[in-house]
């Protein structure tokens, strides 16, 4: 049977979602590094000196480092939604793989949009901590207006979109079974 | 689910297999032995009525009711 455009579409979505994924994994890497740059003169400075791989080894030492909190909390909080967004762009490669394959209703998609929803709570939750830290060490409410607050109501909002659309998932997964038990 | 689906029994007695019943009332093999193992959740009366055509049989020779299982 000639696969529906959907399911083609579907396929080239699950490649690009493969390659972000594996880009995510690997930036993850330099996460604590990265923390580091806006301290750095310039991107030529950074390139020269400081771009080697004992150079960001050495920088994960910074997500147990006291004497930088700030720089600290920024590390957890980027790691945590560098992690939670693998995760999330792996339920989507796995309900893409399904649709690439016309198994448009099955319980397997409505699990990983599930997935997703509750690693969307994660990073509500992260950014919710960081900004709590961040109110704590500036003692202001300068942190307020930054993008992790906004994070927060995102997140959330996109969670439980992401239960919505699992629950509808799993509903027509029910309905599927039912419907090819009718002879 | 206490409807019993006879159809085996029905199939047995007119000497018909199920490839050749299921190529008769125009269903897949798959789905006539989903419906002879008694897996199916419903029948469509289009079905009904081809399978007790094809049988010479009533939809009570097919299914039965029994209370308490």
Redesign the interface.
């Given at each position: 049977m000639k696969p529906a455009n959907a399911e083609k579409l579907a396929r080239v979505l699950k490649w690009i979602v493969t390659i972000a994924f594996i880009l995510l994994l690997a930036l993850l890497f330099y996460v604590p590094w990265l923390t580091g740059i806006r301290m750095m003169l310039s991107w030529t400075y950074v390139i020269k000196t400081q771009f080697s791989f004992g150079a960001v080894l050495s920088a994960w030492t910074v997500l147990f480092d006291a004497a930088d909190p700030w720089r600290t909390v920024l590390a957890w909080f980027l790691l945590v939604c560098g992690v939670c967004g693998a995760v999330i762009l792996w339920q989507g490669r796995i309900v893409l793989s399904n649709l690439a394959e016309g198994r448009l209703f099955a319980r397997s998609n409505g699990k990983a949009v599930v997935r997703a929803g509750v690693f969307c709570f994660i990073i509500a939750a992260a950014a919710a901590v960081r900004l709590v830290a961040n109110l704590v060490l500036s003692k202001s409410a300068a942190p307020l207006v930054t993008y992790s607050t906004f994070f927060i109501p995102v997140f959330v909002i996109a969670g439980l979109l992401l239960f919505v659309a699992g629950a509808l998932f799993a509903r027509a997964a029910e309905l599927k079974e039912?419907n090819d038990?009718?002879? | 689910m206490p409807i019993i689906v006879n159809l085996d029994v029905v199939m047995a007695k007119r000497k018909i297999g199920l490839n050749e019943l299921a190529g008769k009332v125009d269903i897949t093999p798959a789905n006539l032995s989903v419906l002879k193992t008694g897996k199916a959740r419903a029948i469509r009366f289009g079905t009904l009525e081809a399978i007790c055509r094809e049988l010479d049989c009533q939809p009570g020779d097919i299914l039965e009711f029994r209370s308490g299982e």
């Open positions: 039912e038990l009718v002879i | -």
